[in-house]
């Protein structure tokens, strides 16, 4: 649904009456935006249980029964933001062909089946999704409604932690992400070492 306030279908939203003390202009345009995120939020929960699905590999049973519960987290997130526009007094614009079409992630890659794989392309979506959390949060807040600011925060701050959940996965030890950066320091010194020995 785009801010002029019509569905994602071309016909015109209907705002319903209601006695919450926002306007109905405010209304309008934060219901734009929780459309807007609906479509992402649906999208990215059937991304990631096309990852539960699939998934392959070592850590199989963990990277399941991981995917599985973000997959039901995102899944509240989805009924919040709904809830919230038809508490607003608009029409939740949530069917899979909307998402489809709406949603600001790419596709999922249906190519992969190792685990690692799957973390990696989990993450960048929750990266993009956080992005558009974030987004949100300011945009809500610029217009006046906290409650719906709020709502953000909170998911949020789940997604973060969902994207921190996935990164220490892909995160080495620190004993060696240190001998890392230490080898990678110590290389051009040895280099130059060699080259003045010549």
């Known amino acids: 649904m785009g801010s002029n306030g019509r569905s994602t279908n071309g016909k015109s939203q209907p705002l319903y009456a209601t006695r919450i003390d926002l306007s109905s202009e405010l209304r309008t345009k934060v219901i734009a935006i929780l459309n807007h995120s609906l479509a992402s939020t649906l999208d990215l929960k059937t991304q990631v249980k096309q990852a539960h699905w699939n998934v392959k590999g ?57 685990g690692k794989d799957h973390v990696i392309a989990l993450a960048e979506r929750y990266a993009a999704y956080g992005k558009l959390v974030r987004e949100s949060i300011d945009a809500t807040d610029d217009l006046g ?54």
Do not use: C
């Open 58 to 114: 070592l850590q199989f049973y963990q990277l399941h029964q991981l995917f599985d519960e973000m997959a039901s987290e995102l899944e509240e997130y989805v009924d919040m933001v709904a809830e919230r526009v038809t508490a607003l007094g608009g029409l939740a614009v949530g069917t899979a062909r909307t998402a489809a079409s709406q949603s600001i992630l790419p596709e999922y890659p249906f190519d992969i089946l190792d």
């Open 145 to 198: 409604d906290a409650d719906t600011a709020d709502l953000y925060t909170e998911i949020s701050r789940n997604i973060d932690k969902r994207l921190w959940f996935l990164e220490a996965h892909l995160q080495t030890s620190v004993e060696e992400g240190v001998a890392a950066a230490v080898s990678e320091v110590a290389e051009p010194k040895a280099k130059k070492t060699a080259k003045r020995a010549k």
